[in-house]
Nanobody, 125 residues
Framework: QVQLEESGGGLVQAGGSLRLSCAAS????????MAWFRQAPGKERELLSV????????YYVDSVKGRFTISRDNAKNTVYLQMTGLKPDDTAVYFC??????????????????WGQGTQVTVSS
């Protein structure tokens, strides 16, 4: 497993932006597919975006496509989620996760074996 720690959450007004970071340690970061999930109160955890180990392939769910951008810096062992055009419905705890699994698995939200503790994002109207 890999240890993951998210940061960058906070309170923002609707229409605003935030950039989340997730620092990894304990396993060769450049081998792992990385992803961002979120969980709102009373709802199931939701996959948002995935990035391949080299960063050359990305995947987004429809609800965030065009607003959120995932990226990674393998030299810094860090994955990012740039969020723009935030809406109150984006309010949730955001988690990063790591996987060493096939692309078809990870874009279905499966195969992740390491999780961060989460960072709260609150969007006010």
């Amino acid at each position: 497993q890999v240890q993951l720690e998210e940061s960058g959450g906070g309170l923002v007004q609707a229409g605003g932006s935030l950039r989340l970071s997730c620092a990894a340690s304990g396993r060769t970061f450049s081998w792992d597919v990385m992803a961002w999930f979120r969980q709102a109160p009373g709802k199931e955890r939701e996959l948002l975006s995935v990035i391949s180990s080299s960063g050359d392939r990305t995947y987004y769910v429809d609800s965030v496509k065009g607003r959120f951008t995932i990226s990674r810096d393998n030299a810094k062992n860090t994955v990012y989620l740039q969020m723009t055009g935030l809406k109150p419905d984006d309010t949730a705890v955001y988690f990063c996760a790591a996987a060493n699994a096939p692309w078809s698995y990870v874009i279905a939200g499966a195969g992740f074996d390491s999780w961060g503790q989460g960072t709260q994002v609150t969007v006010s109207s």
